[in-house]
């Protein structure tokens, strides 16, 4: 566009009005100029005068046009592959804008494992800052109470077991104490944890099994923990890790959530989810994992509503956005001390209490 002004887009078009007179004397110069032999002029003049424009434009203007595309189009395609990396998940995007100071990751399916390792352990990093007091949150004072509570708090949630606990431990404090039990009496402790008669039978069960085979102690092994009535692998970590201190992943629903909105692993096979997430950090870090995740998913990624304006990793969620983004209203959906509320345990650790945090109330109160 820019070289039809010039003389030779000029002199086509004053050539246009007459082209037969000015052919013979006058034309020789400019064509000359113009075009360096006669015979490239012959079949041009038989052309028609729109053919002669554009003829001699499309001769100087096609090294032109091929570079001014290039100049003006270059910068149109790398628009768009610059905001790519930018761009949120699908289901993020509306909120991204809507809190543009969060830099949201891209799918982990564009990850390499290299790349999915270093994210899963800045989010255990970065957990671990936001709480550091983090911690089992059932009520025990040894492995035997430990195993108990953690069979107890299947299908329902820790501060009820720890309201329901000091009464059953006072009444029976030993394995051999609760395997002699009455049924009923011990149904009746542990009616508000719900299911409380499937419940019984598992934790007497337990109960004789440790006094039958482990001389009334709780086995340092899994192998031997997952052989006990009503313990699976979960339970059987949670007692590992956190009364015996080997290490140990702890699979609940918590957890479950979180590694898959994460897109640590796919998988939803309990068993399947703790071989990929056991892959991603070195041994020793699994018990904290679990604690950090699981206290996570309790007080800010909650199932239904996560609460993301106020979630610490935001910026390397793939799934930020799916809960609410507004940093006021997010504070709103916070549980626990983060809220301001009371956590999990009546007994917890006095680094929990040194943080601010405070301790349940017992049941029937308030």
């Known amino acids: ?82 905001k790519k990396p930018l761009v949120a998940p699908k289901k993020a ?14 799918p982990a399916g564009d990850e390499s494992r290299t790349a999915l390792v270093r994210r899963a352990r800045r989010i255990n990093r970065e957990l671990a800052e936001v709480f550091p007091y983090a911690h089992p949150e059932l009520d025990f004072e040894n492995p035997f109470q430990l195993v108990v509570a953690t069979v107890l708090s299947a299908q329902t949630t820790d501060l009820r077991v720890n309201q329901t606990t000091p009464a059953l431990f006072a009444k029976y404090p030993t394995p051999e104490d609760l395997a002699a039990a009455n049924p009923e009496e011990v149904e009746e402790i542990l009616r508000p944890t719900g299911f409380f ?35 699976g692998r979960k339970t059987a970590f949670v007692v590992l890790g956190n009364a015996f201190g080997r290490p140990g ?8 959530r979180l590694v898959r909105r994460w897109r640590w692993t796919g998988e939803t096979d309990p068993d399947k989810i703790e071989a990929a997430v056991g892959g991603l950090f070195p041994k020793s870090d699994w018990t904290d994992l ?36 507004d940093p006021e209203k997010a504070k709103k959906l916070l549980k626990y001390e983060k809220g301001g509320l009371p956590g999990q345990r009546l007994k917890p650790p006095q680094a929990y209490l040194d943080a601010g945090g405070r301790p349940a109330p017992p049941l029937g109160a308030g």
């Open 1 to 82: 566009m820019k070289e039809k002004p010039t003389a030779g887009a000029g002199g086509a078009g004053e050539d246009k009005g007459a082209p037969a007179k000015k052919a013979p004397a006058g034309p020789a110069k400019a064509t000359a100029a113009r075009k360096t032999s006669p015979e490239k002029k012959t079949p041009a003049s038989k052309e028609t005068a729109a053919g002669k424009k554009t003829a001699p434009a499309a001769k100087k203007s096609a090294p032109a046009g091929k570079k001014a595309p290039a100049k003006k189009t270059a910068p149109v395609r790398k628009a768009p592959a610059a």
């Open 249 to 256: 992943i702890t699979v609940d629903t918590h957890f479950q």
């Open 290 to 325: 679990s604690h950090h995740v699981i206290w996570h998913g309790r007080r800010i990624c909650h199932a239904r509503k996560p609460a993301c304006g106020a979630c610490p990793i935001a910026p390397l969620c793939p799934a930020y956005g799916e809960g609410e983004t």
């Open 197 to 231: 008669r499937a419940k019984t039978r598992s934790v007497m069960g337990l109960s004789k099994a440790l006094v039958e085979d482990f001389g009334g102690e709780v086995p340092g092994r899994l192998e031997d923990l997952v052989k006990l009535p009503g313990v």
């Open 93 to 106: 995007t509306a909120s991204v804008r809507a809190a543009p100071a969060k830099t949201v990751v891209g």
